[in-house]
C-alpha cells in the first residue's frame, strides 16, 4: 500500500544551521508529494510539492526534490531560523483521488537562538 | 484567506457520550475532510465529502459518522465516545480534486475521552 516514513525527531538546531528532514515513500504509480508545516496552536498548512519525478518544490527558503529512483522527497533548508520551529509532515497523493493524502508521521523541528 | 473554523478548541467528553465536532469553511470549496492527529502516528483520514449529502470513508472510520447537509458545513459524529478516541481532530477543506488545489486546515479540536 501506499506510506510515507519520516525522521524521527525531535530535531533541535541552533540558528543558520543546514536543515535536512528526511522523507521516504512507497507508492503505486506516480504520486504527488507534499510538505506541509504545522506552527505552534495552528492548523497544517501547505509548505511546497512536487507533482513529478526531478520536479522541485520550493517555499521560504525551503526545498525539497522528488527523486524516483530512491522514492525519496527530503525536504532542506540552508540557514533556519527560530521561526521554523513547527511541526512537519510529508505526505503523497494516493492515485484514486488526488486528495486523499496520506501523511507521514510529523518531525518536530525546535530551532533554538 | 481561506478560513476554516472548528467550533471548539479544547472538548472534555464522557465514555458513551454522543458527541459533535463542528466544521465550516467560508471559501466555497467542494471537499471536506476530517483527520485525526496523534503522536508517531501523523495525520489518519477518518470521512471525507466531496458535495452536499455526500460522504466518503476514509482509513479509520470505525466509530465514527459523518453529516453534510450545507456545503460549507462539515460534521464529525461520535456516536458514543471511548478513551481511544481522545486524539487532536483537524478538519480541512479544498476547491477541488485537482493537485494544484491544496488543503486548507481549522486550527483542530483536542478532544479528550474520561
Known amino acids: 500500500g501506499n506510506s510515507v516514513t519520516q525522521m524521527e525527531g525531535p530535531v533541535t538546531l541552533s540558528e543558520e544551521a543546514f536543515l535536512t528532514i528526511n522523507c521516504t515513500y512507497t507508492?503505486?504509480?506516480?504520486?504527488?508529494l507534499f510538505w506541509y508545516v504545522q506552527y505552534p496552536g495552528e492548523g497544517l498548512q501547505l509548505l511546497l510539492k512536487a507533482t513529478k519525478a526531478d520536479d522541485k518544490g520550493s517555499n521560504k527558503g525551503f526545498e525539497a526534490t522528488y527523486r524516483k529512483e530512491t522514492t525519496s522527497f527530503h525536504l532542506e533548508k540552508g540557514s533556519v531560523q527560530v521561526s521554523d520551529s513547527a511541526v512537519y509532515f510529508c505526505?503523497?497523493?494516493?492515485?484514486?483521488?488526488?486528495?486523499?493524502?496520506?501523511f507521514g508521521q510529523g518531525t518536530r523541528l525546535t530551532i533554538n537562538p | 484567506d481561506v478560513k476554516v473554523t472548528q467550533s471548539s478548541r479544547y472538548l472534555v467528553k464522557r465514555t458513551g457520550e454522543k458527541v459533535f465536532l463542528e466544521c465550516v469553511q467560508d471559501m466555497d470549496h467542494e471537499n471536506m475532510f476530517w483527520y485525526r492527529q496523534d503522536p508517531g502516528l501523523g495525520l489518519r483520514l477518518i470521512y471525507f465529502?466531496?458535495?452536499?449529502?455526500?460522504?466518503e470513508k476514509g482509513d479509520i472510520p470505525e466509530g465514527y459518522s459523518v453529516s453534510r447537509e450545507k456545503k460549507e458545513r462539515f460534521s464529525l459524529i461520535l456516536e458514543s465516545a471511548s478513551t481511544n478516541q481522545t486524539s487532536m481532530y483537524l478538519c480541512a477543506s479544498s476547491f477541488s480534486q485537482g493537485l494544484n488545489s491544496p488543503l486548507h486546515f481549522g486550527n483542530g479540536t483536542r478532544l479528550t475521552v474520561t
Open positions: 507508492a503505486t504509480g506516480y504520486p504527488s
Open positions: 465529502s466531496y458535495d452536499v449529502k455526500m460522504k
Open positions: 505526505a503523497l497523493s494516493r492515485i484514486q483521488g488526488a486528495q486523499k493524502l496520506v
